[in-house]
């Protein structure tokens, strides 16, 4: 004997199907209660009925039966093939179909988004017919989805040979506990967009459904909705009956053994967030804006997340005051080391889950201990490496960096003991001064007879030239000492915003002492430092090159605090 906690009813054809989502074992009655039939009786039964109830037809003169014995004596009936008559015979459903009056979920008639009924499990709430997600499928073409988005993405647009246009998407969690990824286009961009809000409760109707592509959606469900401007999205109550969002944490020590690329949920805290960074990307060749956060939790590890667009701009004043943080979903990185980036966080959540990082936190995470970064290896962007990430150039050789196929980071506190500046013609090279593709401003040109410069890229002659620095020094640190490649964004860095073109400037007019003075200005002086370390293989013989990724000057006063918590720690 059973007590049904949570079913749905599914009406296909003239026979009623009912589904248990939940129910609770009350135990073994010991006899059998009521008169249950199984299915397949059932339907002899009603077949012999059918049969005895069948009228008899006349046939019509010379229409015999073509029985090879000729001893048939029921005649064949003319119309057994009539359409018509068969859906007569099939509108008397089965005794006892629909007399579930109590069943809350039970389809209703009266609902105009029901006239495909009898193609989907439907729910019921007030006198409104909910479809659940977990019963969609592309043959249900008129449903109602009530469900609480979970994430919305910002808008993107497109430009193809088709057209141009823009979409954003969101994910939505219903009852059934299963997730759906909507995406909106052109009208309802703008219809929608500024409407929706995360963590809020809507129904969503006149979406088209086609199968989910796994390349791009993680949600539970197989399908995915599009949404176009005829499309309709209601905000309504927030009865409590679709949960929040649902998370499967994985520990941040557990992240090195998860596969690039692949999702996971992270619950941590926020130790620290850098300034929002724009630039311009390289695959779509628009601005992107980024910010990193250092992420720690009670596994004793912390990696790096980056967050972006307008998650980005807002990092620093939402995540001010070491928040704890859950990221969905939050993409696997293995860019020197393991790394994340995250589309969508709860600040603060709700969920059992918090009550013990904030108690690790308060009473040992906050002090201090051993941390090990899964991300020391990984700092590749711009933000600020902390003192935690950092290491010795002497790391270099000692932890063998440099020999993976896309080569290590690290981060070190050094001094530049020496740049080299006498480079033949400047510290720098001439580059196409054309911002777009193919060139952005990087690729080299030469210099023709007649004075003019040609991209060979994009084929065409230039009167002057952009010019990018590129140079080497000798950076060392109370450990040891390397060279170091250092390309144009972060000689600018080193320069005080002093540009080639400038020194180039400089020297054309003459002062060769300015141009000696502007390196002189950069040496001895120390930086926190970035570089990426990759063996290479130059004229048949491997050398390790380190080359320079971002600079960030030295806060002497947060130094302090840093070493004296580092003296503490070991005591």
């Not at 008129?142 to 469900?147: E, G, N, Q, S």
Request: glycine share 6%; aromatic share 8%; net charge negative.
């Amino acid at each position: 004997m059973i007590r049904l906690v949570d079913y749905i009813r599914n009406l296909t054809g003239d026979q009623v199907i009912i589904v248990l989502l939940n129910f609770t074992v009350l135990g073994n009655p010991g006899e059998r209660i009521g008169n249950p039939i199984h299915k397949h009786t059932l339907e002899d039964v009603d077949t012999q009925k059918a049969q005895q109830q069948q009228p008899y037809i006349k046939p019509e003169r010379g229409i015999t039966n073509n029985s090879s014995t000729g001893n048939n004596s029921r005649p064949n009936n003319p119309y057994a093939s009539n359409p018509y008559q068969q859906q007569q015979q099939q509108q008397h459903p089965p005794q006892g179909a629909g007399a579930i009056s109590h069943n809350p979920y039970a389809s209703q008639s009266n609902n105009n988004y029901n006239t495909n009924a009898s193609h989907s499990i439907q729910r019921t709430q007030g006198d409104t017919v909910y479809t659940p997600i977990a019963a969609l499928n592309q043959y249900v073409s008129k449903f109602i989805v009530c469900a609480r988005i979970t994430y919305k993405s910002e808008v993107r647009t497109w430009h193809n040979d088709k057209g141009e246009g823009s979409l954003f998407s969101i994910e939505v969690l219903d009852s059934s506990g299963t997730d759906l990824k909507i995406t909106l286009f052109r009208e309802a961009v703008e219809k929608f967009f500024s409407l929706l809000e995360e963590e809020k409760v809507y129904t969503f109707t006149g979406g088209r459904l086609k199968t989910a592509n796994r390349m791009y959606n993680k949600t539970k469900s197989n399908y995915e909705m599009t949404m176009d401007g005829n499309s309709e999205i209601h905000l309504v109550p927030d009865s409590g009956s679709i949960a929040p969002q649902q998370f499967d944490f994985v520990p941040i020590a557990e992240i090195d053994n998860k596969e690039p690329n692949s999702n996971i949920d992270v619950l941590a805290i926020v130790k620290s967030v850098s300034e929002a960074a724009t630039f311009t990307s390289k695959r779509s060749n628009k601005e992107v804006t980024k910010a990193d956060l250092a992420l720690v939790d009670p596994s004793g590890a912390s990696i790096n997340c980056t967050v972006w667009g307008e998650k980005a701009h807002k990092a620093q004043s939402e995540l001010a005051g070491m928040p704890l943080v859950a990221f969905r979903r939050a993409r696997v990185g293995d860019f020197g080391g393991r790394t994340l980036s995250a589309n969508t966080m709860i600040i603060n959540p709700k969920i059992p889950e918090a009550d013990e990082i904030h108690a690790w936190w308060e009473s040992t995470g906050k002090t201090g201990g051993e941390v090990k970064s899964l991300s020391m290896r990984g700092g590749g962007s711009k933000r600020f490496p902390e003192f935690d990430d950092r290491k010795t150039i002497a790391a270099i050789r000692g932890e063998r960096m440099g020999l993976t196929e896309k080569g290590d980071f690290i981060s070190f506190k050094a001094t530049f003991s020496f740049i080299k500046s006498d480079k033949e013609g400047g510290a720098w090279y001439t580059a196409c001064p054309m911002e777009d593709e193919p060139c952005r401003k990087r690729v080299k040109v030469t210099q023709n007879a007649d004075g003019m410069y040609h991209c060979d890229r994009c084929d065409r002659d230039v009167a002057e030239p952009f010019r990018r620095f590129i140079f080497s020094a000798l950076v060392s640190d109370d450990t040891s000492k390397t060279w170091v490649n250092i390309f144009d964004d972060q000689a600018k860095d080193l320069f005080g915003g002093v540009t080639a073109d400038d020194l180039y400037n400089t020297m054309k007019n003459g002062d060769q002492e300015e141009y000696d003075a502007c390196f002189a200005r950069a040496s001895q002086t120390e930086w926190i430092m970035t570089c990426r370390v990759k063996e290479e293989e130059y004229e048949g013989e491997k050398k390790l090159k380190t080359i320079l990724q971002s600079l960030h000057p030295v806060d002497y006063a947060k130094e302090g605090r840093n070493l004296l918590n580092e003296i503490l720690r070991t005591q």
